[in-house]
């Protein structure tokens, strides 16, 4: 059960079509040192589903989501992995994946 | 955190775009004889967030998903709240939300 010191943080992205195999593949194997990365920065019980069209939803909990996204900013590890997520992803435009995480409304909550 | 014994699940529904205000209304005060039974039959670290257009994303842990499904199909007061919920959601034909809580593949986690 989530601290309720926790920020609780949903967000969508979409994976293209013809690569949610890789996707799939790549999130099976996850680099370790990337792993870390993000529990020092504070994502915990982290989630990512994938509806079969493509539509992704994660969720996790962190102390803080903005201090969460600038940490893994700073990481190297974080741009090698992003870059090559990049293209399994539609409508990024400029942007990596990790810029595109907009939180969505919490509208209710049971602990 | 959860814990390692917990299901982690993910539904998504459609809010009616007509319908947010009152579908937001009605979940900052959901009848305490709901959340009761919700609890009872093992809906934890339950949340809702709401995408503009009216996306519905739930997110819980659950010792059984289909055993705090079938649970709550057989209390009276979710058979209350679902019926006023209904037409709330696009959709659903003649089920109510909890019948069309079609879980998503997690593709990836971190404790």
Redesign the interface.
């Known amino acids: ?3 309720t010191s926790m920020q ?1 943080v ?1 967000f ?1 992205l979409k994976v293209k079509a013809d690569r949610l195999e890789a ?2 593949r790549a ?1 099976e194997t ?1 680099w370790p040192e990337m ?1 870390e990365a ?2 020092r920065h504070g ?9 079969p069209d493509g ?1 992704l ?1 994660g ?1 996790l ?1 962190t102390p803080d989501w903005e201090a969460a996204l600038a940490g893994m900013q700073d990481e190297e590890i974080n741009a090698k992995w992003q870059a090559q997520m990049k293209d399994y992803f539609e409508a990024l435009g400029a942007a990596n994946a990790d810029e595109s995480m907009q939180p ?8």
């Open positions: 059960m989530a601290s609780r949903c969508l996707y799939r999130h996850v792993l993000l529990s994502w915990t019980n982290y989630s990512l589903f994938l509806r539509l939803i969720y909990e969505l409304e919490e509208v209710f909550h049971l602990a």
